[in-house]
């Protein structure tokens, strides 16, 4: 029976964070285990910066965005050395199980922190859902309705000036933000590197439904592909409509979370605990078809996630 174990953020924070975190501390002092809260990620597991959780220590956090663990990178860790002093730290406390909550590098730190003996669980954290062994991560929708709600605002004002709007959506190197608020905004264009793109042909079409009436534009641009205020300038070029570039940057990672993100948080958390409760540890919990599953974090780490290009088509055809 597993007595303690630890619950950490690492990467990039993502709204939802606060509430998996609560449902790890919860679930694991329901189950009369001990709780640790690391802070700042691995850095924290190195230093020691480490506080004792109880009841009241994880109060009035589900409904916000950020994380009470703080989060990091921490390069450290990536060394055989920093592994050793993390597992050290764990042994000193007595801690034998650890929740990571983060993005793909987390859960390669938790997979060798798992080869030295200590029970990890990975849980998907991070607003771009690029995680392969999962549908879903932990905060993915509130980032799409910031994303959504700004989108909105610019279109306001791309309107009252006919002019296109040219909008930089986060996801690092995936296109699952953009396509999803480029449909829930009704751009009239989606750029992803998933799918192929070409600008004379965004631009000529542009003309095409401008000569039929269209006044102004909105085109998601994701941020893998970058350069916006480069494609806003090239679409003003070729069509000689006002173009304006915005890139949505950090401000997409903050906020409340939605209902989901506190929901899929909660479960995931809990999910994460009964695994630890059963000894059992080197695992990345995902969601598939609405079910909580988990993978051997290699598995996962190999896996490789589909971009939903029937949505991008649907957008592309409809966008009259
Ligand atoms: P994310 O978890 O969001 O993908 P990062 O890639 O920045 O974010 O990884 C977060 C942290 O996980 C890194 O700062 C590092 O401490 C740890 N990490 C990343 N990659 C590895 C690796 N290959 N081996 C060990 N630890 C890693
Ligand atoms: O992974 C979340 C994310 O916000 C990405 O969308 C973005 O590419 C990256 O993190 C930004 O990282 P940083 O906070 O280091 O600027």
Redesign the pocket.
């Known amino acids: 029976m597993i007595k303690k174990i630890g619950v950490l953020t690492?990467?990039?924070d993502a709204p939802g964070m606060n509430a998996a975190v609560r449902a790890v501390v919860r679930t694991a002092l329901s189950k009369g285990m001990e709780v640790y809260g690391i802070r700042r990620?691995?850095?924290g597991l190195i230093t020691g910066d480490i506080i004792k959780m109880d009841e009241r220590s994880v109060s009035d956090i589900i409904h916000r965005g950020g994380t009470i663990l703080y989060t990091?990178?921490?390069?450290?860790?990536?060394t055989e050395e920093g592994?050793l002093k993390a597992k050290a730290k764990c042994d000193e406390l007595g801690i034998e199980g650890l929740v990571v909550i983060?993005?793909?590098?987390?859960?390669?730190?938790a997979a060798?922190l798992s080869a030295k003996g200590v029970l990890c669980i990975g849980l998907p954290g991070?607003i771009d859902n690029d995680i392969a062994c999962t549908e879903y991560t932990i905060g993915f929708d509130t980032a799409m309705n910031t994303a959504m709600e700004l989108v909105d605002k610019l279109r306001d004002t791309s309107q009252s000036h006919d002019r296109c709007s040219v909008v930089e959506v986060m996801g690092r190197g995936a296109g699952h933000i953009a396509v999803n608020t480029g449909i829930a905004c009704g751009a009239t264009d989606i750029i992803t590197k998933e799918v192929p793109y070409d600008i004379d042909a965004i631009a000529k079409t542009m003309l095409e439904k401008q000569a039929k009436g269209k006044k102004n534009f909105v085109v998601i641009v994701a941020e893998g592909i970058g350069h916006s205020q480069e494609i806003a300038t090239m679409i003003q070029e070729k069509t000689h409509i006002e173009a304006r570039a915005t890139i949505l940057g950090h401000v997409q990672r903050g906020g409340n979370p939605t209902l989901r993100d506190r929901v899929e948080a909660t479960r995931m958390g809990y999910y994460a605990v009964e695994l630890l409760e059963q000894g059992i540890g080197n695992r990345v919990v995902g969601l598939k078809d609405n079910k909580l599953v988990d993978y051997d974090i290699q598995e996962a780490l190999s896996m490789t996630k589909a971009y939903d290009e029937k949505l991008h088509h649907i957008a592309e055809q409809i966008a009259f």
């Open positions: 690492s990467g990039g990620g691995y850095a990091a990178r921490c390069p450290e860790f990536r592994i983060g993005g793909d590098g987390s859960f390669r730190g060798d991070t």
